[in-house]
Structure formats: structure tokens, C-alpha cells
């Protein structure tokens, strides 16, 4: 498992996937690619709930399972960044209509 922390973004979404019969191992390879995020995803949440620290690290905790089960949605037709921004910000905007 140490070597997969060298593999891209999508290296690791493809494996993920190969693997989606195996939730367990899946799951470690997804916590690979968060554990890339979790600081960025982090501050976007911050940035969405105006500073409020409880509200956003609720608000990135619904990011990454949100993007956990829609992770078949990524197409590879952008950067994985570009995809998990836009989960954050869809997560947020729904967040904010409720």
C-alpha cells in the first residue's frame, strides 16, 4: 500500500474502481487520494461557511463521502482537483439551500 502513494490521482480512482467488489480495499485506496485533499477540501469548506469551523469540518466530512459514492461520475475528462472542487461546491450549495 506505501507504493501507491506515488501513484496520480487518477492511478488511484482507477484502482479504487477495479476494486469496488472489495469495499475495504477500495476504501484504503480512496483514503490515500483524501488524505491529498483533506487540507484543501478543508479550506474551500472554510471559505464556504464564512469561518465557522464546526459548520465546515461537518460541511468537508459530506464532501468526501458525497464523493466517495459518486466517485463512478468522474470521467477523467478533468483533473480529479477540478472534480472535487466542484463536489465541495455542489455539497456547499445544497448545504446552503436546505
Known sequence: METIAGWSDE?????ARAV??????A????????RRYQTRVAAWCLRWCRG???DS????????LRAQEKLAGFR???????WIYLVT???ALNRADA
Open 11 to 15: 492511478e488511484i480512482v482507477r484502482a
Open 20 to 25: 469496488e467488489q472489495d469495499p475495504d480495499l
Open 27 to 34: 476504501a484504503r485506496y480512496l483514503d490515500v487520494l483524501f
Open 52 to 54: 465557522r469551523e464546526h
Open 57 to 64: 469540518a461537518d460541511l468537508a466530512q459530506e464532501v468526501f
Open 76 to 82: 477523467f475528462e478533468s483533473s480529479f482537483t477540478t
Open 89 to 91: 461546491r455542489t455539497v
